[in-house]
Structure formats: C-alpha cells, structure tokens
C-alpha cells in the first residue's frame, strides 16, 4: 500500500526557513506530479505548488517569491522550502500525490511560527 | 486566480436527509472540478475528479454534477461517517485554488 511519510521542524521563529520533507513509500516516484498544501489552524486549504517526476515545478505566485520544492529520486522523497516565514505561516502542511486531483495524502505536520 | 465560492458554509442536517453543496467558480473551469472531505485533524480525502467521477472506493452516495462555474456535490442520504467538511478545487489553471469549505453538521 502506497504511502506519504512526512516531518520536519514544528517550531521556527519568524524570519527563519521552514523546511519538511515527504517520502514515499510502498511505491514509485515516477510518473507523478508531488503537491503542497496548507491549512492555517481553523481555516481552509491553501495550494502552495507542486513538483513533477522531471523537476518541473509550478508555485502559488502569493508564496513563490518563498517557496522551493525540490526532489531526490534516489531516495523517493520531495522537500518544500519556505523563507522568512511569519505567523502568517503557521499551518498544517500536508504533501500529496496529484497534481490536478490529489488522491493519496500524507499525515500533515503542524507548523508553528512564533518568537 | 480563480475563485471558488462554496454555499452554504455550515450546513446542519439529519442522518438520512439528502445534502447538496453548490460551488462556483469566478470563471469558466470546463469539468475540472475535484470534491474532497475532511475530517478534524486528518489530511483531505479525494471523493470526486473531473466534476462527476467518484473516486474508487467512495460510497455511491455521494455524487458530483456540474460544468463550466457552477457545480454541485450530492450526498443522497447522509450517514453518520459522512459529518465532516467538504472542499472543491478546481484544476483548470495554476494556481490551483479550493473553496472555503462546507461543514456538515449535525442536526
């Protein structure tokens, strides 16, 4: 059974970088178009970008002046970057598989910027 | 960016009852519409793609229509699983952008 596996840091300061990784496991990276999304505590989905088998990225234009998504094939794993961050970034960030529908999700992590 | 406006944003009904939430897009989307369900503290689940093809293993109760702005997710006799919140997102153009969501509560 396929699955998303994500982590990385819960807790940043403001201005620092935040960065979480997704990994795939039970099946194959290729083929696939690998998205973000986040969710602020309370309120709604927020699409961040995505990152396709080749490299090819397409950001949200509100956090692309922030935002890196890059792969590691090797080891089945995307990771997304987001510089200077604010409370405004506070969210749950979820990976996804999927670029138009996203079918299969990873568990989410919380992340809390807060001085 | 298009904008996808989601009526109601609460919604209260009773097990059985058949449920209908519209979404409306700000410009023409042609089919491609997505539904998803959310449930508190886990990741959004995929129950429809391209307006009105339910996502394998999603109960038959559940059924999207819809075309170009203005589409629809029917739940046909709601079960006490089906209370949560419910997406759509539309795929036509990048950004790609979600509605505000519809929670289904209790009655």
């Known amino acids: 059974q396929v699955q998303l596996q994500q982590w990385g840091a819960g807790l940043l300061k403001p201005s620092e970088t935040l960065s979480l990784t997704c990994a795939v496991y039970?099946?194959?990276?290729?083929?696939?178009?690998w998205s973000w999304v986040r969710q602020p505590p309370g309120k709604g989905l927020e699409w961040i970008g995505e990152?396709?088998?080749?490299?090819?990225?397409n950001y949200n234009p509100s956090l692309k002046s922030r935002v890196t998504i890059s792969l590691d094939t090797s080891k089945n794993q995307n990771s997304l970057k987001l510089t200077s961050v604010t409370a405004a970034d506070t969210a749950v960030y979820y990976c996804?598989?999927?670029?138009?529908?996203?079918?299969?999700w990873g568990q989410g992590t919380l992340v809390t910027v807060s001085s | 960016d298009i904008e996808m406006t989601q009526s109601p944003s609460t919604l209260s009904a009773s097990v059985g009852d058949r449920v209908t939430i519209t979404c409306r897009a700000s410009?023409?989307?042609?089919?491609?519409l997505a539904w998803y369900q959310q449930k508190p503290g886990k990741a959004p689940n995929l129950l429809i793609y391209?307006?009105?093809s339910l996502e394998s293993g999603v109960p038959s109760r559940f059924s999207g229509s819809g075309s170009g702005t203005e589409f629809t997710l029917t739940i046909s006799s709601l079960q006490p699983d089906d209370f949560a919140t419910y997406y759509c997102?539309?795929?036509?153009?990048?950004?790609?952008?979600f509605g505000q969501g519809t929670k289904v509560e209790i009655k």
């Open positions: 996804a598989r999927g670029s138009g529908t996203m079918v299969l």
């Open positions: 039970g099946g194959t990276y290729n083929g696939f178009y």
């Open positions: 990152i396709n088998h080749s490299g090819s990225t």
């Open positions: 410009q023409s989307i042609s089919s491609w």
């Open positions: 391209k307006a009105s």
């Open positions: 997102q539309q795929y036509n153009s990048y950004p790609r952008t």
